[in-house]
């Protein structure tokens, strides 16, 4: 069976320095993963998504996650947070069957001026 | 149109009353999905369409919930005597196929927030 775990249930940082949001999935296919942003009264917004390319994947704002296999991990950084960033982000496995996301419980990121 | 679309926006609602939650997804797209947010619960999936049909309907919670789509466009999610469990944000999601592995992007409306008092 697919499932995320966020590690962390809110994360503070002050405007400009990095943010990190840790995710680890488990999978029994390989997995696709994918980061949403949502911010107060807003709908999910697609952040990045990674689908057995290159580890590395690249998204909006700034944002990147890193797929690593061996631990099982997807975590999301950006190196210099601002304050538009202040949202609750969530990690997604699919369904390998097609149809369905899987989301983890979701990390409120708050950005202290 | 140019996004996913969801109505009501709001709705409040008598405990027993039936309702139902409308979405029209992105014009083209094959698959939708109804998705659930509730305060602490996080996002439930609740049914996946494929074109008029439903291969994935394994997250209604009870019998008193149903989806139907049709056309393979709009479709509508029906909360029958509905319970004060009920209140959430329901989410409308499409996306042009139902696969993953291509790099298909799965797109969210903004939900209906619906309240059971």
């Known amino acids: 069976a697919q499932s995320v775990t966020q590690l962390d249930s809110h994360v503070s940082v002050s405007e400009g320095t990095p943010v990190l949001l840790r995710c680890n999935y488990s999978s029994s296919y390989s997995p696709s993963l994918f980061w949403y942003v949502q911010h107060p009264n807003k709908g999910l917004q697609l952040l990045l998504k990674?689908?057995?390319?290159?580890?590395l994947v690249k998204g909006i704002n700034g944002f990147e996650a890193e797929f690593k296999k061996s631990e099982t991990s997807f975590h999301l950084t950006k190196p210099s947070a601002h304050m538009s960033d202040a949202a609750e982000y969530f990690c997604?496995?699919?369904?390998?069957?097609?149809?369905?996301?899987?989301f983890g419980q979701g990390t409120e990121l708050s950005v202290k001026p | 149109g140019a996004g996913v679309s969801q109505s009501p926006s709001n709705k409040v609602t008598e405990k027993g009353k039936d309702v139902e939650l409308r979405c029209d997804p992105i014009s083209g797209h094959t698959a939708l999905y109804w998705y659930r947010q509730s305060l602490g619960q996080g996002l439930e999936f609740l049914i996946y369409f494929q074109g008029n049909s439903a291969p994935d309907k394994s997250g209604l919670p009870s019998d008193r919930f149903s989806a139907e789509r049709t056309g393979g466009s709009v479709s509508t999610l029906t909360i029958q005597r509905t319970q004060q469990e009920d209140s959430a944000v329901y989410l409308c999601?499409?996306?042009?196929?139902?696969?993953?592995?291509?790099?298909?992007?799965?797109?969210f409306g903004e939900g209906s927030w619906l309240t059971v008092v």
């Open positions: 997604v496995v699919s369904d390998p069957k097609g149809g369905k996301l899987i």
């Open positions: 990674y689908t057995s390319a290159a580890t």
């Open positions: 999601a499409s996306s042009l196929r139902g696969s993953f592995n291509s790099g298909n992007t799965i797109y």
